[in-house]
């Protein structure tokens, strides 16, 4: 069965502690949860992973893109963190690498301070899905599915 990458960066384990009024009240295990149930719907396994350090990001991502050439993963949904707006090594990691990835944002980074308008994943994601919450989970990988795998518009 055909996979997906669920990655997670830096403070995102403490989802569900960490200012509630911004990123909600679920934790990352009930992300995790989400993640399972709309891949299984999707006929999709998933790997989900988090760190906190840049550099087990960037190896993920490369992994991603060996995983991709064989066939196996169709894409990775990622949330960079704050390392959005900062890592010139993860948006070279995802070129580098040549994976399909939807970058996510739980909160809506636009509508927040200037220094999250800024994303260096942005220019190198396939596409984009901020501030829908959690839920912005389940959107991004149907949109993987529908990337991998068009189907003629209704
Ligand atoms: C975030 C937004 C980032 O600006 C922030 O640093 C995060 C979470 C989000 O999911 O809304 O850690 O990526």
Known sequence: MPSILVLNGPNLNLL???EPAVYGSATLADVEQLCREQAEAL??????????HEGVLVDWIQEA???MAEGELIGVVFNPGAYTHTSVALHDAI????VRLIELHISNVHAREPFRHHSYISPAAAG????????????????????A?????R
């Open 43 to 52: 006929e999709l396994g998933v790997d989900f992973r988090q760190s906190n």
């Open 128 to 147: 984009i899905v901020v501030g829908l919450g959690v839920a912005g989970y389940e959107v991004a990988i149907q949109a993987l599915a529908r990337l």
């Open 65 to 67: 893109g060996r995983r």
């Open 95 to 98: 070129k580098g690498a040549s």
């Open 149 to 153: 795998y068009p189907r003629a518009p």
């Open 16 to 18: 569900g502690l960490r």
